[in-house]
């Protein structure tokens, strides 16, 4: 496989510290809010999924493993509504992490039911890092599969 083109954060290569203290901003309110950081690795392994960006899918399933995420979640990730793996938290996180990586796929893309599961689990700091977050790997899912970005495989 080869890319069409270099990553537009290499090509415009002021993107990349903009991108990058976003990342560590989420981060940090993350850890303020008390959002896992297991919770913002599956939220971004969903999304990127589902927006098959194998860059991403691959650099969250490293991240999350990184972070004490179990590869039997990981592996359950794409089913999440039919496994016993994910606490009532995660499930709202993930929930969430579907509607606003699909908006155009229902007339109210993120329905009430959605939104409050997620508000009831979260506080408004943690429902914004989550909701933030999202929508940066949604941005960087847009900036690697229109451009075919391929994952770096080390030489075996």
Known sequence: MQSRMKSPVVTVPEMFPALQSLGTALFASAEQSSVPKQTLFLTYLRASQINGDSVCVDLH??????????????LAL???????????AERAALALSEAITRLSDRTDAVPDDIYNEAAQQYGEQALATLIAGIATVNFWNRL???????????SR
Do not use: C, D, I, Y
Request: a positive charge.
């Open 61 to 74: 399933s490293r991240n999350a493993l990184a972070a004490g995420e179990t590869t039997e979640r990981l």
């Open 78 to 88: 794409a089913a999440w509504r039919e496994t016993p793996h994910f606490s009532n």
């Open 144 to 154: 690697n599969v229109p451009t075919k970005q391929v994952v770096s495989v080390p």
